[in-house]
């Protein structure tokens, strides 16, 4: 087995899947960006921005509740061909809202590392402790050797906890290794440390992974079969984030049922598995648009999370030590079935989404990603990433993902909260 660590950085190569074996899942690895050394001003602009960010700003700001998105917005919108000065102005508009770095409470060493888990107030002082790991002499700024120590090493590895924090350290995990990017890696890694909550346990312990009385389904059918599941009316008055955790205080065993009835590892010995992960990434495009009722513009700021976390899988699935990969896409399930009943489960209807685009193509919708109103709403511009990924991961043969991508761009009106 190829190590992780075995990758050179090169500008715009290949991410080498770090496997002689052939992926149960079989996606391409994605093209790397890496701006660290490009003389071109473009990604130039990149890297100091990226640097900038990561120097001056919180990852977590407004009383520890909100995500800064800087990184996010700033590498879709240059992977969609943002100009120097497109990028310094969403730099511009998105530095208005964050906020300074504040001091922990302590500082982290190896040895107590773990013990701050899940409480945010040591973000700083996480940041502090794995640049300090980059630092050292076992690793000589190799940020992939950081990350293979405390991502994926130990009792209850940090990659199993990635879907904390609406799946933030997810997506953050992705664009570090899209972008080969030390700043975006230790990021990533804090997010991890400080979001990591109860979720990480239904993936740690195989006791949760059980035979499903429903039995076996794609993801668009079980969401389907979901929101019509009379067993969840009146769990919640109101849609919400705050609704995820008593969702599983109150009604795990539902919950289990669905997350145990789509079991791609289970697939990946008839050859089934690739399919299934496509499936998911449908069901996710799904999820965001065709919950949309025609002349509402109710694009729901949490579906919007589904689409954007699986592509940071995507991403992620060629590169990932290869014990790992099935209990990331199983994890990203989990959070998708949290947040779809947290939101009241709206129903999927993909009537809603024409598949008539009146002639408008992907450069029509990333004309409307970089030049819109909305060309500095982060989820906005990463929601067109993930669609426009997707469809070059799968060939998009009928359109379905342009099509969803243009009813998209021509719709929103903003996120109903």
Avoid at 48 to 60: D, E, K, M, S, Y
Avoid at 120 to 133: I, L, M, N, P, S
Avoid at 243 to 268: C, V
Avoid at 304 to 313: D, F, G, N, Q, Y
């Amino acid at each position: 087995m190829a190590s992780l660590l075995s990758y050179i950085p090169v500008v715009n190569r290949l991410i080498p899947a770090g496997d002689d074996q052939k992926p149960a899942i079989n996606v391409a690895p994605v093209e790397v960006h890496d701006v660290e050394t490009a003389p071109e001003r473009r990604p130039r602009t990149l890297k100091h921005l990226l640097r900038a960010n990561h120097v001056n700003h919180a990852i977590l700001y407004h009383n520890l509740e909100f995500d800064n998105h800087m990184a996010h917005i700033l590498c879709s919108a240059y992977l969609l061909g943002a100009s120097a000065e497109q990028l310094h102005h969403i730099y511009d508009t998105e530095a208005a809202f964050l906020e300074p770095w504040q001091d922990s409470p302590q500082e982290i060493v190896e040895d107590d590392w773990r013990d701050f888990l899940g409480d945010k107030r040591y973000q700083r002082a996480y940041v502090d402790f794995f640049e300090d790991a980059l630092a050292s002499r076992a690793s000589y700024y190799e940020w992939k050797k950081v990350m293979e120590k405390y991502m994926f090493h130990g009792k209850n590895p940090l990659v199993n906890g990635l879907i904390g924090g609406l799946g933030h350290p997810l997506i953050h995990l992705g664009y570090a290794y899209e972008m080969n990017n030390k700043e975006i890696a230790i990021e990533a890694l804090a997010l991890a440390a400080t979001q990591y909550n109860f979720l990480h346990k239904y993936i740690d312990d195989p006791s949760y992974t059980q035979p499903s009385p429903i039995g076996h389904a794609s993801p668009a059918e079980l969401l389907d079969k979901l929101s019509a599941d009379s067993r969840f009316d009146g769990l919640f008055t109101e849609p919400g984030f705050k609704n995820i955790q008593p969702a599983f205080e109150r009604h795990e065993a539902l919950l289990l049922e669905y997350w145990n009835a789509w079991r791609p590892d289970l697939a990946a010995a008839a050859g089934d598995a690739t399919k299934q992960f496509e499936q998911s990434q449908e069901a996710a495009a799904a999820l965001l648009v065709a919950t949309v009722p025609p002349g509402t513009h109710a694009y729901n700021f949490f579906f919007v999370h589904a689409l954007t976390t699986s592509h940071a899988v995507r991403i992620l699935l060629p590169v990932l030590p290869p014990q790992f990969r099935f209990g990331l896409v199983r994890a990203w399930w989990l959070l998708v079935l949290a947040v779809y009943v947290a939101e009241l489960r709206p129903r999927i209807d993909p009537d809603y989404v024409s598949l008539d685009v009146g002639g408008k193509t992907w450069a029509y919708v990333v004309e409307r990603g970089l030049n819109s109103e909305w060309a500095t709403d982060a989820h906005y511009v990463k929601a067109i990433r993930a669609l426009k990924e997707a469809a070059n991961t799968w060939g998009d043969v009928h359109e379905r993902y342009l099509a969803s991508a243009v009813r998209f761009v021509d719709d929103f009106r903003g996120w109903t909260r």
